[in-house]
């Protein structure tokens, strides 16, 4: 990769208008490994520019053509996978072998179900002598997070190329050299030029220039609740469409007849995976009242079983934190908690032992945490558990739904027709029933402050179109 320092802009590499740079830190090191470009609300305009003039014949592409597209793009993302999982292991700290086999890998499930999904959409369909046809929104601006960077790019680049728009990509500052290979990726694969464009940059300059930019069609965001609302008014002036995945504080309902070690035990590995930063993660335990202790006891087992360390380490299970200033937030929440008479049960405030030096974070779990409390309420994207208890299956489900967010949540029970019922009373848009496995063809997205939209598959390819109704198409 030799990019670092440029943009993506009408199928070429190109220079800043004004050259300014930012260092990229490693997170295991505190160091900096390299360098990139900010970008200006300048280099937005020469992107979204190259993205309009390429709309028209983009769109007008055939199934066919782009399905050739999607397949290229995948056949060279996979050869270039080691090279995404070492820069995804570096700029964000994820452990070598989890960078390549889940990072990496979500890049490669998301282009494989998107190409699934378009070999058989119907485009169009007729209604009565009306015909009612779905075509591509036209440029879309898109602004994607650091914490599962290939997860959020491929959730997007890829139904925006089947449904035929053009698009500005601007990754997360943080983790931006993944985005830079996936441009590498994308103009390997002859990707028709202005079609992908990728402008590095903050999110108050080039972030807030896509939004409220007046030729971008539509802003696919995903991060933050904070974020994602000025996003929403910078776009409002423009009318534009504004799809966004937010944050989460989601619920873990281990009800009576579950297996409690089983479910304790891989709702903790859930929360603290990736290092607690997935806006889905399953951060509020909900155990019944008369075995807290006993649920208590498996989560301080399991929490203590799991080795933190650098990303290149290869025994390392949980690497640190993306940022400074996401420790210290967690750091401030740890001591919330304390403060607010959580008791701790394992891990607590400062690094592990033995790591002076890095973003690293004591897997951490507080019991008896009441509903009330800050570290049951924000999110606090990092490995800390929350156990709350409950006395009736109701109540679970009303302390469950308490809460702004409605992104994920999850249900364990021995019997299956009770898990179902009480998935089917959570206010969120997705729930897992009994720890399945990661399912890229369900839909993905959240009810209230957790964003509106959904991504994955051809729920994905959806938010890309636009519906037109043709009235008169056939002869009455």
Known sequence: MAHETQFYIDGAWVDPITPKTLDVIDPSTEEAFAQISLGSAADVDRAVAAAKRAFPAFARTSREERLALLRRILEVYKRRAPDIALAVSREMGAPRQFALDSQTWAGDAHLTRIIEALETFQFQRAKGTSMVVKEPVGVVG???????????????????????????????????????????????????????NLVNGDGPTVGAAISSHPDVDMVSFTGSTRAGILVAKAAADTVKRVHQELGGKSANII??????????????????????QSCNAPTRMFVPLDRQDEAIGY??????????????????????????????KIQKLIEAGIAEGAELVAGGPGRPDGLNR???????????????????REEIFGPVLSILTYETEAQAIELANDTPYGLAAYVQSGDLERARKVASQLRVGNVHINYPAWDTAAPFGGYKQSGNGREYAEFGLEEFLEIKGVIGYEAA
């Open 299 to 328: 989560a301080r087992a399991a929490a203590e079983g799991f080795k933190v360390g650098p990303a290149d380490a290869p025994d390392t299970q949980l690497g640190p934190v993306v940022s400074q200033v996401q420790y210290d």
């Open 142 to 196: 898109m602004i994607t997070p650091w914490n599962w960077p290939l997860n959020q790019i491929t959730c997007k680049v890829g139904p925006a190329l089947a449904a035929g728009c053009t698009m500005v990509l601007k990754p997360s500052e943080i983790a931006p050299l993944d985005a830079i290979i996936f441009a590498e990726i994308l103009d390997e694969a002859g990707v028709p030029k202005g079609v992908f």
């Open 358 to 376: 890095g973003y690293f974070v004591r897997p951490t779990v507080f019991a008896r945490v009441t509903p009330d409390m800050t570290i049951a």
């Open 255 to 276: 009800l009576a007849d579950a297996d409690l070690k089983r479910a304790v035990t891989k709702g903790v590995a859930g929360c603290f995976g990736n290092s607690g």
